[in-house]
């Protein structure tokens, strides 16, 4: 994803964004002014040498290091957005002459509940015969439950529309192609998602910082708990209504990880 030529304003958000060579998202100077981005899932694969980001004249390798320079991102993560079969039964991604015209190259995000799998929303060329091409025929799509869940459902913007995805869709929209789309994967019944701080942040002992999380199908008050990387990490008033979204702490130690969950 490459932003220059003094394209002022770009707001980026609710992406996938996985870049194993070059760039994630690439930041000329100008673009700078006004640039937005954020309720994103990064990543790269195992073997992958790509960078995250570009900002500021330098590469920015990892999504921390991205974070931390561009000022974005805040409640975006870096993790596998668990496809249903990126590369598809031939492993061929995209189109190969020859080979693979990319129909079975399946991006849509693994869900417990169910995700479409062999679904498109753009048709694929039906039976063709030699110098005939077929016509266009839209893709028959399965409703499938996963073993993995992917960390992109329910993980957008809460601002943006998500009615468009069909139940049980948990009240926020899905990052990435298929969000807000009749073949977004379906959302559990009950969860919290942290997505503020979710790892790498750096908290100054004594700072108050904002716990902020997404949750749908919880009644009551939720918990929250610090995964120290150092001992003594507490977090004040860790308790607060799972409907609020938003919580006030105080660190008390060495910054670490918060989780949150509905009270049992």
Known sequence: MRIENASTGANLRNNIVWADNGYGIRVSADPQTGFASDNNVFFRGLFGTGNVGFWNGADRGSFFQWRAASGTDTDSIFASPLFVDADGADGVLGFSAGVSDGRDDDFHVRSQTGSFHGGSLAPVEGLSLPGIPGRPIAATAVLTPDAQ?????????????FALEPAPN???VNVGAYGNTAQASLSPAQFVIVM???????????????????????????DLAANAVNAGNIVDG???????????????????????????
């Not at 790892?199 to 939720?222: L, R, Y």
């Not at 660190?251 to 990880?257: D, I, K, M």
């Open 238 to 264: 860790s308790v607060g209504s799972a409907d609020s979204r938003e919580r006030r702490g105080l660190a008390r130690g060495a910054a670490g990880v918060i989780g949150a969950g509905p009270r049992g």
């Open 196 to 222: 503020a701080p979710n790892g790498g942040e750096s908290i100054v002992k004594g700072s108050a910082f904002k716990v902020k999380w997404q949750s749908n199908g919880t009644v009551g008050n939720a």
């Open 170 to 172: 948990g009240g926020f």
């Open 149 to 161: 869940q992917s960390p992109a459902i329910d993980r957008g913007d809460e601002g943006d529309a």
